[in-house]
C-alpha cells in the first residue's frame, strides 16, 4: 500500500477514535444510539470519499491529508485553522451535554434528519473533489494549479464549505441537541473569515481568478453572498 494511503487510514481511524472518545466521555455512557449513528453517517462518508480519492485521484489525496494550523503557509490561515478546530470541538461537545442533561429533547425524526443533512455536506464535498483536484487541505497554490469554473464552482466560488456547513448544522440535530445548533455561529463565522482570506491569496498567486470572480459572483450562498 502507498505510503499516502497508509497515512489517510491511519489519520481516519485516529480521528474517529479521539471523536468517540470527546462524544462517549462527554456523554458519560455508551448507551447513546444517536452518537453510533452519527460516527457512522460521519466516519462512513469520510471514508467513502478517502478510497474513492485512492482510487481517482491519489494527488488530491495527498493535499487532503497535510491539515492543521503548523501545515498553513499565511499566518493568518494559522489562525483561522486553530479557531476553526477550537469551533469545531465546541459543535461536538455542546450537543453532547445537552443531550446528557436534558436541555433540550430532540425527536428520533429530527436526529436521522441530522445524520441526513452530514452525508448530504460529505455529497457536496464529494462532488468538489470530484470536480477540483487542486481542492487542498491548506490555502495554497501549488504548480500548474488552473482555476476550476465548472461542476459546483459555475455556481458559488467557494462550495466546499457549503457542504460543511450543511454537514455542521446536522451535527448537533443527529446528536439531540436543539441548543446546539447556536454552536454554528462561531465556526461560521471562521469559515466566512477562511474563504475571504482564501480568496486574497487565490486573487494573488492564481492566474485567472480576478476573472473567474467578475464571472461567478457569489462566493457561497447562490444568489445570494
Known sequence: ????????????????????AVLFGSAWTLDYWQAWVFLIAFFGSAFAITIY???M???????RITVGPTDEKETSQKIIQSLAQASF???IIFPVLD???GWSIVPPYVNIAGDILVVIGFYIVFLVFKENTYASALVEVTTGQKVIATGPYAWVRHPM?????????GTPLALGSWWGVLTIIPITAVIIWRLLDEERVLAR?????????????????????
Open 161 to 169: 464549505y457549503i457542504g460543511a456547513l450543511i454537514l455542521l448544522i
Open 99 to 101: 443531550h446528557r442533561f
Open 53 to 55: 480519492l485512492m482510487k
Open 205 to 225: 498567486d492564481l492566474s485567472g481568478y480576478l476573472e473567474y470572480k467578475r464571472q461567478v459572483r457569489c462566493r457561497l450562498v447562490p444568489f445570494v453572498w
Open 57 to 63: 485521484d491519489p494527488a488530491l489525496l495527498e493535499r
Open 1 to 20: 500500500m502507498k505510503r499516502v494511503n497508509v497515512k489517510a487510514f491511519i489519520g481516519s481511524f485516529t480521528l474517529l477514535v479521539i471523536t468517540a
Open 89 to 91: 470541538l465546541l459543535v
